[in-house]
């Protein structure tokens, strides 16, 4: 039973254009979110996060929001070739929060020049 | 500054046979893990480490030991190695801060395949 769903295992954007990855959960326990990025033979790196208290989150072109029920997204605002990657969603209880992380089993972005 | 570094980057075991999995930090990082990612899934936290003498649990630790004997060092061990076990396996760390936002470091991952 995944507690944490990307439905989207792919996305193919042009670049330029606002590329938007989503991510579900069930567990009401989370409380706690962030975003890493994976490049090909490199491990995940961390992108972004949002507590369950806010309902958006921005570091320069990416955003997370966190505005519907057990839903929350990325938005890459304009997407670049090398944003290029999978994506992983991840949730977390909240305290110790690098301790109890669920990941999702990813988004492949690809950006088209 | 290297960060996280595992070795080997990738093996071959046949099946019952063991190994290790090293992975080693230089960030002085009290927290590390293990997490395997299988095709098309999340990653699956095996085991993990809150300091140098303390391990426990992650959500799939059947088949996996580790140990965690100084802070820099954290290797896993495949006893008996089965095909379920072919995954990619990715060691990280954090620091204290960094714990309760989530943030890991990851080393670059090492590839299994038990045939």
């Known amino acids: 039973d995944q507690q944490v769903k990307q439905n989207s295992p792919s996305l193919s954007v042009q670049e330029g254009r606002i590329s938007i990855l989503n991510c579900d959960y069930t567990n009401s326990m989370f409380d706690y979110f962030l975003w890493y990025k994976k490049y090909p033979a490199e491990g995940p790196t961390f992108l972004i996060s949002i507590s369950s208290i806010k309902d958006k989150n921005e570091d320069g072109r990416f955003t997370v929001l966190n505005k519907s029920a057990k839903h929350l997204s990325l938005h890459i605002v304009p997407s670049q070739p090398g944003d290029s990657a999978v994506y992983f969603c991840?949730?977390?209880?909240?305290?110790?929060?690098?301790?109890?992380?669920?990941f999702g089993g990813g988004t492949r972005l690809m950006v088209k020049p | 500054n290297a960060g996280v570094t595992q070795t080997p980057k990738f093996r071959i075991l046949k099946i019952g046979q063991s190994m290790t999995l090293q992975c080693t930090q230089d960030m002085n990082h009290n927290y590390m893990y293990w997490y395997r990612q299988d095709p098309g899934m999340g990653l699956k936290l095996i085991y993990y480490s809150v300091g140098a003498g303390i391990t426990d649990k992650g959500e799939v630790p059947n088949g996996y030991n580790v140990s965690r004997s100084t802070t820099e060092d954290f290797p896993l061990r495949l006893e008996l190695a089965a095909p379920s076990q072919t995954s990619v396996y990715f060691c990280?760390?954090?620091?204290?801060?960094?714990?309760?936002?989530?943030?890991?470091?990851f080393g670059e991952g090492s590839r299994l395949t038990v045939l």
């Open positions: 990280a760390s954090s620091s204290r801060r960094r714990l309760n936002t989530g943030e890991l470091f």
């Open positions: 991840a949730a977390s209880p909240g305290a110790n929060a690098g301790n109890m992380l669920t």
